[in-house]
DNA sequence: GTCTATATCAAGATAGAC
DNA sequence: GTCTATCTTGATATAGAC
């Protein structure tokens, strides 16, 4: 017989906002469920009465980030400066500024149902929207924009690479297809 | 006081062999030094007069894998199709048929004094070398071929996105930028 | 909504005998 | 080279009182 617990109350964003501080600060194996409980002041066992498990928390951080993931590229869009430019720029600082948030909403398979709907969706159209070119090429320019951050944050390039002119090598690439394309 | 454990005898090559059966099988949660141990018929204690501890066993996975991986570079140079098409099937061949492999030797930091020296800049050097490309293309490459086999392995594309074409467009783009390249 | 007490589980690693 | 016994640690989660 298992309590049903509302979905957004204000205890529970407090929690989620908590465990994002966790995460950001010390990473996912500091993310347990009495870390959060002790920086609240509370015992872990109270926290099960507000969020079903760990689980739901998580893909609560999930959701957030596409959220504000969803923000920069709004604010990317209305910049002035060159609009395929701006996005990676976008994409890029919001990894670098939040690594483990970053690595939490990418690194595993997506269990959808467990975020709101629309907020993946909305992240991707913004990002998608903007580009005349295909799907296709959409989808292996994300791979670049994605294989360059994760690889920076994994610390896999050479240490004295200069990853400015690896981003615009790769979006040079991209924008002399996209010219091409439908 | 610590014992001093040879790099390479029969016995610790059976137990990373048997610690990669576990690893491609049933996934990293599963790899536990127990169940290494008992695959071989011994007790988790045993293990350790072989290995100093967990750590060296995931890198003397990584360092397999990068073996590997370097074989199927090789094999991918001297086929008669394309050189970049050959390189990137390699690469996603690889990732697609060893999922829990490569995300060991990709998803982390790399401890590189804790592999044989020379395991990954073979790798990165039979990938590197095929190509016309300057540097700052061969890393955007990179990314755009590991991000394509992570978020593939992560079941991040749409389900009905098809791949091969992304492939084709991304290397497309490449390709193009590495013959105005140096 | 919070507490205490506890169940449950499992991991990596060491000491010392044989 | 293998064993048994054990240490140490730490996690998620539930029951039931207040």
């Given amino acids: 017989m298992s309590e049903t617990i509302p979905v957004s109350t ?3 964003q407090q929690i ?4 994002r501080e966790i995460l950001e600060e010390d990473g996912p194996s500091a ?21 079903p498990d760990k689980d739901a928390l998580e893909h609560g951080l999930i959701e957030v980030a596409f959220d504000e993931l969803g923000d920069a590229f709004e604010a990317a869009r209305a910049s002035q400066t060159d609009l395929l430019v701006a996005m990676a720029q976008a994409y890029r ?11 939490l909403m990418t ?3 997506l269990d959808r149902s467990r975020i709101r709907p629309g907020a993946e969706e909305r992240a991707a159209r913004l990002s998608i929207a903007s580009f005349g ?13 994605h294989g360059m951050v994760i690889l920076e944050l994994n610390e896999r390039f050479p240490a ?3 990853l400015d002119l690896a981003w ?11 010219e091409k394309d439908t």
Avoid at 168 to 178: H, I, K, Y
């Fill in 160 to 162: 004295d690479a200069e």
């Fill in 107 to 109: 690194e595993h398979k």
């Fill in 31 to 51: 993310l347990t469920m009495r870390a959060v409980a002790d920086r609240l002041g509370i015992r872990a066992p109270s926290l099960y009465k507000h969020i």
């Fill in 133 to 145: 070119g295909s799907q296709d090429t959409a989808r292996a320019l994300w791979a670049f924009a």
């Fill in 16 to 19: 989620i906002a908590t465990a």
């Fill in 10 to 12: 204000p205890r529970r």
């Fill in 93 to 103: 600082r919001f990894g670098l500024e939040h690594p483990h948030l970053y690595r």
């Fill in 168 to 178: 615009q090598r790769g979006l040079a690439a991209f924008r002399t297809l996209m």
